[in-house]
Nanobody, 121 residues
Framework: QVQLVESGGGSVQAGGALRLSCAAS????????MGWFRQAPGREREFVAA????????RYADSVKGRFTISRDNTKNTMYLQMNSLKPEDTAVYYC??????????????WGQGTQVTVSS
């Protein structure tokens, strides 16, 4: 079992920045890939970014490439998502996920409860 707890969401104006955190506990978190997903009202959950177990292979959705940075600190069992140059279309509930394997490709089998990010124009 894995427990994932997101934090760092909030409201910000367009062009601003936020950093999300995901604290993991349970099975050895540092052995598994992790990722961020988001879901806007009326839309399906979509992939945002993922990172492999060692943190040296990030992967991003085209929509956030160059603006968002995923990272992890295995000494703290925590993953981060630094979000810069935020746009109103980034507004969504952001979910942290833990994968079945060490890669950044998923599949992802454990999910956090989500944290709201709202970007106003």
């Amino acid at each position: 079992q894995v427990q994932l707890v997101e934090s760092g969401g909030g409201s910000v104006q367009a062009g601003g920045a936020l950093r999300l955190s995901c604290a993991a506990s349970g099975r050895t978190p540092s052995l598994y890939g992790m990722g961020w997903f988001r879901q806007a009202p009326g839309r399906e959950r979509e992939f945002v970014a993922a990172i492999n177990w060692s943190g040296d292979r990030p992967r991003y959705a085209d929509s956030v490439k160059g603006r968002f940075t995923i990272s992890r600190d295995n000494t703290k069992n925590t993953m981060y998502l630094q979000m810069n140059s935020l746009k109103p279309e980034d507004t969504a509930v952001y979910y942290c996920a833990s994968g079945l394997y060490g890669s950044n490709l998923g599949p992802f089998d454990y999910w956090g409860q989500g944290t709201q990010v709202t970007v106003s124009s």
